[in-house]
């Protein structure tokens, strides 16, 4: 295991090694010689403060590193997440991912399927993209239960030994993931925004923020297989159905489950029908719009517009609604045809979740990061805006696109 200590026969309680902690993960203890420093329970074993200390006193010792046979493992495979026999979109897209960089790495993709009843949905996981569709097929599956499909998906993997695996980050694949990577002792990259491949090393390259949202990481891993990235739902886009394509379809056995561990006794709908992340047109909200009865504008052009409101965090951190229609990084990425912004600053965060099509901004400040990221900018009042629409709207007849 790793661990780090404080020598403290060498420290001198300088206090340098506070700036060399990016988690403020070391504070200084004591006074004259007894002053030491103390390492917190918040620190990650980064090791970055080591070389700030001069008097060697920062002791970390670090795993050793085992170097698994990684040779054996081929291909990208993509778990295509369904829900009651239905594919979800995101499996689509990340099809897409996987066969750009199957192509690049000069391997197969294989799409994944797990459920109670799912074998006739395999031909159109080939139409988009695959080489090939592995399932398992079982009346015990139909639930999503994380732990039963975790028992799967891990067999599959043991079985067939895949180089990468990439889940959609949607409340189940951010469950089944990590379940299924420390099974397998392996790294997993959540909410990936980029995937790439190092064609040289054969590693997938997976980018995603990082210190929040400030900078973008690129994370590898190199002695472990498979390489496992999440990436949220529609972050990609799927390729267009070729329904030519031909591909092979290999039914799996069901592996012994341990299906006593955990049983769903109900499903619950939460979503309240609102779902931003399949709106075409949201009216989204921020600081901007000054008081929680001013959202009643953006949702009475919502409705009239068949849209849908969405909001940036402060809305939802102050109780104004609910984090379903949080954008951003730590809440939902959306896609619309039509993404209109009011009074929204157009902090990294909140961008990080817009994948619109076009973007109408509305600031009263000509400043505001929002206007670099729209297609079409207005400086104003977000209020007047919101009851000039309306009533516009409302005379031309306007409906929905
Ligand atoms: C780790 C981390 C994760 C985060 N995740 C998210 C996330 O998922 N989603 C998210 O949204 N944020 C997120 N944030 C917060 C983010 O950094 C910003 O603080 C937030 O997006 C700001 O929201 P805002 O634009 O509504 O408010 P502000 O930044 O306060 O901006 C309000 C804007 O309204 C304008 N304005 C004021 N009055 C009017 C008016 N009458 N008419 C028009 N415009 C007006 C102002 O000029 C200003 O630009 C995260 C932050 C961190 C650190
Ligand atoms: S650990 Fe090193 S850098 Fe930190 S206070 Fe002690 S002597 Fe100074
Ligand atoms: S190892 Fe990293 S997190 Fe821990 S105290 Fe040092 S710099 Fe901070």
């Known amino acids: 295991m790793a661990s780090i200590k404080i020598l ?10 506070i700036a060399g902690c990016p988690f403020g993960a070391i504070t200084v203890h004591g006074e004259g010689k007894e002053r030491k420093a103390v390492i917190l329970n918040t620190c990650t074993l980064c090791g970055a403060c080591v070389d700030y200390c001069k008097f ?48 690049l790495l000069g391997t197969d993709v294989t799409a994944v399927l797990v459920g109670g ?31 039963l499909y975790t028992d799967v998906l891990t067999m599959l993997v043991k079985k067939h030994l895949p180089s990468i695996i990439l889940l959609g980050a949607t409340g189940f694949g951010r469950s089944l993931a990590p379940r299924v990577a420390a099974r397998l002792k ?28 400030n900078l973008m ?10 390489q496992m990235a999440t990436v949220r739902p529609r972050v990609f886009s799927p390729l267009t159905l070729d329904a030519s394509r031909q591909g092979r379809i290999i039914h799996e056995a069901t592996p012994t489950l341990n299906d006593k561990a955990a049983q769903i006794l109900e499903e619950i709908e939460s979503s309240g029908g609102v779902n ?58 959306v896609a619309p045809r039509l993404y209109i912004a009011c009074g929204i600053s157009g902090a990294i965060q909140h961008l990080a979740g817009i994948a619109a099509e076009k973007v109408v901004a509305v600031n009263t400040d000509p400043e505001a990061p929002i206007f670099k990221r729209a297609d079409y900018g207005i400086v104003g009042d977000c209020v007047k805006f919101l009851e000039a629409m309306i009533e516009e709207v409302k005379a031309k007849n306007i409906h929905a696109l």
């Open 276 to 333: 931003i992340g399949e709106a075409d047109i949201l009216i989204s909200v921020g600081k901007g719009i000054g008081s929680v009865k001013n959202i009643e504008l953006a949702q009475e052009l919502a409705l009239l517009l068949g849209g849908a409101v969405a909001v940036s965090r402060p809305l939802v951190d102050c109780g104004w609604m609910p984090y379903l229609h949080q954008v951003g990084q730590t809440g939902k990425t």
């Open 8 to 17: 403290k026969q060498k420290c001198i309680g300088c206090k340098k090694c």
């Open 56 to 103: 060697a006193a920062i002791e970390l010792t670090k795993d050793e590193i085992v170097h698994q046979d990684i040779s054996k493992y081929q291909g990208v495979w993509v778990y295509c997440e369904q829900y009651k026999g239905q594919l979800r979109t995101v499996g689509l897209e990340l099809l897409s991912q996987a066969r750009r960089i199957a192509d």
């Open 117 to 147: 009843s799912i074998a006739d949905q395999a031909p159109t996981l080939i139409s988009y993209g695959a080489d090939q569709v592995i399932y398992v097929e079982d009346a015990r599956l139909a639930e999503l239960n994380d732990l």
């Open 217 to 226: 990481a690129t994370i590898i891993t190199p002695n472990h297989r498979p």
């Open 186 to 213: 392996t790294g997993l990259t959540a909410d990936c925004t980029k995937l790439d491949a190092d064609i040289e090393k054969g590693l997938l390259l997976q980018t995603r923020p990082a210190f929040g949202g």
